[in-house]
């Protein structure tokens, strides 16, 4: 039943360590998202993928480098964590670029 | 730049105590401005699209407003139910993302 999910839903890791996030939508949108919540709320957009081509590419360090293997998943994978990199991911879909977004539950990434 | 701006910040009311949140932008062109609720440790939900000065959308005891500069959230008769974080975000033109404010904390006591 779950429209947008992320595995997993915390993460806990030493800085310098490279991590995943992986997200899937049973929605049939084409557009999927890559959000970054900071500890004050502030919600960014970070990447956004239509039909798997990359169409948003924020100021993002590029240790940060998201995938979408198919139209129903979009991945992002995180090099050499640093303390800085810890907030709340969240992973959202629409159907073509649009505002109206659906978003799944986040996953809380902790570096120590 | 293109720049979301929400208040207060935090909110409390008594049940019953009907109030307003206010979202203030500046974009070079609106393409739409957006409502969302925010729930804790979950992720923001749609409410409300609202595309030009003078529209307005209802669902239950919310209604949203726009005029060229602002938009409100007016919360009627609030229920504990309506505790959350409401979000506010515009797309500008020429940009697929969204700008979001950083949101209103609304807590309804009974």
């Known amino acids: 039943d779950t429209a947008v999910s992320q595995t997993p839903k915390y993460l806990v890791t030493q800085m310098g360590n490279d991590k995943s996030i992986k997200c899937e939508q049973n929605?049939?949108?084409?557009?999927m998202y890559w959000y970054k919540q900071d500890s004050k709320k502030f919600l960014k957009i970070m990447f956004s993928y239509n039909n798997k081509e990359l169409i948003i590419n924020e100021t993002v360090p590029n240790r940060f480098s998201p995938k979408s293997p198919d139209k129903a998943h979009l991945n992002l994978h995180i090099n050499s964590l640093e303390l800085g990199d810890s907030a709340v991911y969240f992973c959202?879909?629409?159907?073509?670029?649009?505002?109206?977004?659906?978003f799944g539950p986040g996953t809380r990434l902790t570096v120590l | 730049e293109d720049q979301v701006t929400q208040s207060p910040e935090a909110l409390r009311l008594q049940e019953g105590e009907s109030s307003s949140l206010n979202c203030s932008y500046t974009?070079?062109?609106?393409?739409?401005l957006f409502w969302y609720r925010q729930d804790p440790g979950k992720g923001p939900e749609f409410l409300f699209t609202l595309y030009s000065a003078g529209e307005e959308k209802e669902k239950e005891r919310l209604k949203a407003t726009l005029t060229k500069k602002e938009s409100f959230l007016h919360i009627t008769a609030p229920k504990p139910e309506d505790s959350a974080t409401y979000l506010c975000?515009?797309?500008?033109?020429?940009?697929?993302?969204?700008?979001f404010g950083t949101g209103t904390r609304l807590q309804v006591f009974p």
């Open positions: 974009v070079s062109g609106l393409r739409g």
């Open positions: 959202a879909s629409s159907q073509g670029p649009s505002g109206l977004q659906f």
């Open positions: 929605l049939g949108h084409d557009t």
């Open positions: 975000a515009v797309q500008a033109p020429n940009t697929d993302k969204l700008i």
